[in-house]
């Protein structure tokens, strides 16, 4: 049985926006070795994270739940794999190898640290982009080189190391293209005589919007504040000026870092090729969730427009996906039900996720979800950003503010009082005028709101 079943090849960037991947239609890079997984296979174009910060939507990708249910919700949460057990878990109990390499960010005490894997070596914490120190095994070790490079050193190393009877998976969890965007300095010059375009919202106003947007300080004109860039802006600019030199500088060493990613995922294919083991490799490309490059003035996520909520997924299996694109909705709770359907596994009940491999192999499921929920819990934590839930269909995108109420008198806050928004994204891509207030949209807002009050009934 186990000659017959896929390897996984999991490969998991941190912030990378399907704008920014060639095959997505990026105006403003390439990513040839990305490139050849969406080509070679399929590309979904509504793949979604079910909260769009990154200890969370990890700890939902392992186990197919979403945070609510893991109790990972936010930051500063880590995961109980006793309790909820990870994809890596059964898999490695059926006589898969399993590693992960790279950013863990779930904890790493023996409660939290990695379970199910017969090896591991994740970045302390957050990570560096250079020189990184990571927990092996539990031994911490110092590396020297660009992290990219080192995660991919330490995967090839494993793949080589493996045993040829047995399938494997392979979580390989880049840091880039986390900030402060430091790139490899071998790409430095990249970019550096030309100018990137802004994008066309990039003066975005935040009129006909909930106060939530207005309010929210993940804003590009003054990154440099909270050093979230490699470099400083020269004295003496205005601000539009200083602006402009923010996102030239964010979004060129943002594409840098981006460059590195790609060249790696080329070492990775490059290796299966020469092995002989493409054929039976299930090789998936995605990130953790979305991230703002200058759409609405910003940077960052958590926000569950779509820059943020959108993640990309690109599946390549040779003769057993049908190479094309799917405009299915997908979440990224779907992963772990996915694999092990692929390795003949029986799906557990708990998992809420549910299998791509109808779609994969070109049928459309029969009753598959016309909608999603997302949740983000951490208010005005980070960017001054409210707690927030909505849902997205095919065309509709309803999201409400709920506020917190003061743990003492209970009593709302007025800074952030309940809003809502409404966008139709046939209409208005960009989510630029929310008409919830419309009338012309009275008549679909009940819809919506019953359709979110049955995924909650369903979810919770």
């Known amino acids: 049985m186990d000659n017959c079943r896929p390897n996984i090849l999991f490969i998991m960037s941190d912030d990378h926006a399907a704008p920014a991947i060639s095959c997505y239609g990026s105006q403003i890079n390439r990513t040839p070795n990305i490139d050849r997984i969406g080509n070679e296979g399929i590309r979904f174009n509504n793949f979604f994270c079910t909260n769009a910060i990154c200890t969370p939507a990890r700890a939902s990708v392992l186990t197919g739940k979403y945070g609510h249910k893991t109790g990972v919700k936010t930051l500063d949460d880590t995961i109980d794999q006793s309790k909820h057990r990870t994809f890596a878990q059964i898999l490695n109990q059926d006589n898969y190898q399993t590693a992960i390499i790279g950013k863990w960010h779930l904890g790493q005490d023996d409660v939290?640290?990695?379970?199910?894997?017969?090896?591991?070596?994740?970045?302390?914490?957050?990570?560096?982009?250079?020189?990184?120190?990571?927990?092996?095994?539990?031994?911490?070790?110092?590396?020297?080189?660009?992290?990219?490079?080192?995660?991919?050193?330490?995967?090839?190393?494993?793949?080589?190391?493996?045993?040829?009877?047995?399938?494997?998976?392979?979580?390989?969890?880049?840091?880039?293209?986390?900030?402060?965007?430091?790139?490899?300095?071998?790409?430095?010059?990249?970019?550096?005589?030309?100018?990137?375009?802004?994008?066309?919202?990039?003066?975005?106003?935040?009129?006909?919007?909930?106060?939530?947007?207005?309010?929210?300080?993940?804003?590009?004109?003054?990154?440099?504040?909270?050093?979230?860039?490699?470099?400083?802006?020269p004295d003496g600019l205005l601000p539009s000026e200083t602006k402009r030199w923010n996102y030239q500088c964010y979004i060129k060493n943002y594409l840098r870092c981006v460059t590195s990613i790609d060249e790696n995922v080329g070492?990775?294919?490059?290796?299966?090729?020469?092995?002989?083991?493409?054929?039976?490799?299930?090789?998936?490309?995605?990130?953790?969730?979305?991230?703002?490059?200058?759409?609405?003035?910003?940077?960052?996520?958590?926000?569950?427009?779509?820059?943020?909520?959108?993640?990309?997924?690109?599946?390549?299996?040779?003769?057993?996906?049908?190479?094309?694109?799917?405009?299915?909705?997908?979440?990224?709770?779907?992963?772990?039900?996915?694999?092990?359907?692929?390795?003949?596994?029986?799906?557990?009940?708990?998992?809420?996720?549910?299998?791509?491999?109808s779609i994969l192999s070109g049928t459309r499921p029969t009753n598959w979800r016309t909608s999603m929920y997302y949740r983000y819990w951490m208010h005005l934590a980070h960017f001054n950003v409210p707690a927030h839930y909505g849902i997205r269909t095919a065309r509709y995108k309803l999201i409400h503010y709920y506020g917190e109420p003061d743990g003492a008198t209970g009593a709302i806050d007025q800074e952030t009082p309940p809003e809502w928004e409404l966008f139709d994204l046939n209409k208005d891509p960009k989510e630029m005028e929310n008409v919830y207030y419309s009338l012309e949209y009275a008549g679909i807002i009940p819809e919506l709101k019953a359709e979110l009050k049955k995924l909650q009934t369903e979810l919770y």
């Open 112 to 233: 939290s640290r990695p379970w199910g894997f017969d090896y591991w070596s994740i970045l302390e914490g957050q990570g560096s982009h250079s020189d990184p120190r990571m927990n092996l095994m539990g031994e911490t070790r110092e590396f020297t080189g660009y992290t990219a490079d080192v995660i991919t050193d330490l995967s090839l190393d494993w793949l080589n190391r493996r045993s040829a009877d047995q399938p494997f998976l392979l979580m390989c969890t880049y840091k880039a293209t986390h900030d402060p965007f430091v790139p490899n300095p071998k790409y430095l010059d990249l970019y550096r005589d030309q100018e990137i375009p802004e994008p066309e919202n990039f003066e975005d106003n935040y009129e006909n919007r909930a106060k939530a947007a207005e309010m929210s300080t993940q804003r590009v004109s003054i990154m440099h504040q909270k050093h979230h860039l490699p470099e400083f802006p």
């Open 267 to 357: 070492r990775l294919l490059d290796w299966l090729d020469r092995r002989d083991l493409s054929q039976n490799t299930i090789v998936i490309y995605t990130a953790d969730h979305g991230f703002f490059l200058g759409d609405h003035g910003w940077y960052d996520k958590r926000f569950m427009y779509e820059e943020s909520l959108r993640i990309p997924c690109l599946i390549r299996y040779p003769n057993k996906v049908q190479v094309g694109t799917s405009d299915l909705i997908g979440l990224n709770i779907d992963y772990a039900s996915t694999f092990l359907d692929y390795a003949g596994i029986t799906i557990p009940s708990d998992m809420q996720g549910h299998s791509l491999r």
